[in-house]
């Protein structure tokens, strides 16, 4: 089962930072928080990723909560084709090895 | 290759038939993951290989699907006896190194009529 929820839609003007929330107040100290994104019939795509701190990079920020119980994906100037739907994914190491499970996501809609 | 590949995009096949998805990694990249989308839906895990051996085949839904790879490179993802309800987008992953993420290919649209 996943262990992150989401809201299931939000809508963001073009423009302006695209906010988008994410609990997991069960991961553990050593898991870490994965965003991906979907646009439409493509493969998901690797946005950034966390542990502790907050992480930037060219495609967004990743603000990570003290207690790790919740953190958020920024898009800091959303265009449209930052529409698509977006994954907070905590990633688990069952024993050797690591896997994503993906929960339901959030679908961004950018407007013009 | 730089990316993974997914063969064939689109597959419509009918109920009862066997249908076998292949997939491509990143070269040199010895694990790899399945997993399945239904219309919708987000991303199921099926299964996880390391070089040619599956230690994690825990999402595969029934004994109809199965998966093999060789020579830890090219894996194979087999549906015999297609359902309905097997009708997905089936998506291969090679992971990244170290803690960096997944390179998913662009997926089979499996149908199943």
Redesign the interface.
């Known amino acids: 089962d ?1 262990k992150t929820t989401q809201p299931p839609s939000m809508d963001c003007a073009e423009g302006r930072a695209a906010n988008l929330p994410c609990n997991h107040s069960t991961i553990s100290g050593n898991e ?1 928080v ?1 965003w ?1 994104r979907q646009i439409h019939s ?5 946005i950034i ?1 966390g542990l502790k701190n907050n992480e930037t990079n060219e495609m967004a920020s990743l603000i990570i909560t003290e207690d790790r119980k919740s953190s958020t994906l920024i898009l800091p100037h959303a265009t449209l084709r930052d529409t698509a739907v977006y ?1 907070c994914i905590v990633r688990v190491d ?1 024993g ?10 959030t679908r961004l809609a950018v407007h013009p | 290759g730089a990316g993974v590949s997914q063969s064939p995009s689109n597959k419509v096949t009918e109920k009862g038939k066997d249908v076998e998805l292949r997939c491509d990694p990143i070269s040199g990249h010895t694990a790899l993951y399945w997993y399945r989308q239904s219309l919708g839906q987000g991303l199921e895990f099926l299964i996880y290989f390391q070089g040619n051996s599956a230690p994690d085949k825990s999402g595969l839904p029934s004994d109809r699907f199965s998966a093999e790879r060789t020579g830890g490179s090219v894996s194979t993802l087999t549906i015999q006896r297609t359902q309905q309800e097997d009708s997905a987008v089936y998506l291969c992953a090679s992971p990244g190194q170290g803690t960096y993420g997944y390179t998913f290919g662009s997926g089979t649209r499996l149908t199943v009529v």
């Open positions: 996943a870490y994965y991906y493509q493969g998901p795509q690797y990723h994954y069952p050797g090895y690591n896997k994503l499970i993906f929960g339901a996501g």
